[in-house]
C-alpha cells in the first residue's frame, strides 16, 4: 500500500435521491439517475471508503420503494450508509436498509469511526413536516459522541436539514426547527470542522461560528436559484445536472468537491 493510500480516505456523498420504483417525480427518472450515480461512483470512485446518503431516501415512503431502492443501492462497490430525509419513514427505513452497529436504537443516528475522521451522522426527521428536528434523546447522544477525548482527527457532521438560513427564501422557513441550539453544541467542540446536509438541492458552502458547511445538489431534480423569485405555487425543478460530492480527508484536512455525473437532461421527460 502506498503512503498515499495509507493517510488518505475519500467519502462518496449522495443526497436527496428520492426514489420511486415505478413512477417519474416531477418529470424526472428517479432510477435512471441514480443508477447514472452508481455508475459514475463505480467507475471513478471504486476506491472510496463508504458512501453517505443525507435523506430523502425515497420520495414517498412505501415498502416497495425501499426494498427496491436497496436493491438497487447494493450494486455500489463500496459500503454505503442511509439517513432519513422528510420523506422518510423512520420505521419503514429502519426494516428496509442496513445500518451500522453503532446506530440508536429507536433513531437513524449513528458514528462512523475512520482513520482520518469521525463521521456524525445525525436523524433530523421530524415525522409529519417538512421541518427538521433533534430531540432531546438525540441531543444527548450528540452530546456524548462529542465528549469524547479529542485524538486529533477532524469531526464532520452528516445531516438532513440545513441548522441555519441559507438566503433560500421558500427553503429557509424548512431547516432544522432548533438549529441554534446544534450550532451552540457544535461550537463547543473545535475538532467540528464541517457540516454536510441536503434538503434544499442546491449548491450552497459557507462558514458560521468557524465551522465549514455545504448544501448540495439533489441526485434526481433541483430547486431553482433564489432569483428570479419563485414561490411552490410557481415551482418547477431547474435544468441543471445532478451531483454528487466527493470529500477526502487527508492529514487533518477536508475537502469538498462536487462532480455533475450526467448532463442535465439525462432521465426527463420531453415536454
Not at 10 to 28: K, M, N, P, T
Not at 102 to 112: G, H, L, R, S
Not at 126 to 153: F, H, I, N
Not at 263 to 271: L, R, Y
Amino acid at each position: 500500500m502506498s503512503a498515499d493510500a495509507a493517510t488518505t480516505s475519500r467519502i462518496v456523498w449522495l443526497s436527496d435521491l428520492h426514489f420511486d420504483a415505478s413512477d417519474r417525480v416531477l418529470g424526472h427518472d428517479p432510477r435512471a439517475r441514480l443508477d447514472a450515480a452508481i455508475d459514475y461512483v463505480n467507475a471513478h470512485y471504486g476506491d472510496a471508503r463508504l458512501c453517505v446518503i443525507s435523506g430523502d431516501m425515497v420520495e414517498t415512503a412505501s415498502a416497495k420503494n425501499y426494498a427496491t431502492l436497496r436493491q438497487s443501492l447494493d450494486r455500489l462497490c463500496l459500503p454505503w450508509h442511509p439517513m432519513t430525509g422528510n420523506h422518510d419513514s423512520r420505521a419503514l427505513l429502519r426494516t428496509h436498509l442496513p445500518l451500522p452497529e453503532t446506530a440508536m436504537p429507536d433513531f437513524v443516528q449513528y458514528e462512523i469511526a475512520l482513520p482520518q475522521a469521525r463521521l456524525l451522522c445525525l436523524d433530523t426527521l421530524m415525522e409529519g413536516s417538512g421541518k427538521g428536528v433533534l430531540c432531546q434523546t438525540r441531543l444527548d447522544w450528540l452530546r456524548e459522541r462529542l465528549a469524547a477525548p479529542d485524538d486529533g482527527r477532524p469531526i464532520i457532521i452528516f445531516m438532513h436539514h440545513p441548522p441555519m438560513a441559507l438566503g433560500l427564501p421558500m427553503l429557509d422557513p424548512m431547516r432544522l426547527e432548533n438549529g441554534e441550539t446544534l450550532l451552540r453544541i457544535l461550537r463547543a467542540t473545535p475538532a467540528v470542522r464541517q457540516l454536510c446536509f441536503g434538503h434544499i438541492h442546491r449548491p450552497v458552502a459557507g462558514s458560521i461560528q468557524g465551522m465549514a458547511y455545504c448544501g448540495l445538489r439533489s441526485v434526481l431534480y433541483q430547486a431553482p436559484p433564489p432569483r428570479p423569485d419563485w414561490t411552490w405555487d410557481t415551482f418547477a425543478p431547474a435544468h441543471e445536472a445532478p451531483e454528487l460530492g466527493v470529500i477526502t480527508l487527508d492529514d487533518g484536512r477536508v475537502m469538498v468537491q462536487t462532480l455533475a455525473f450526467c448532463p442535465a437532461g439525462f432521465g426527463v421527460a420531453s415536454v
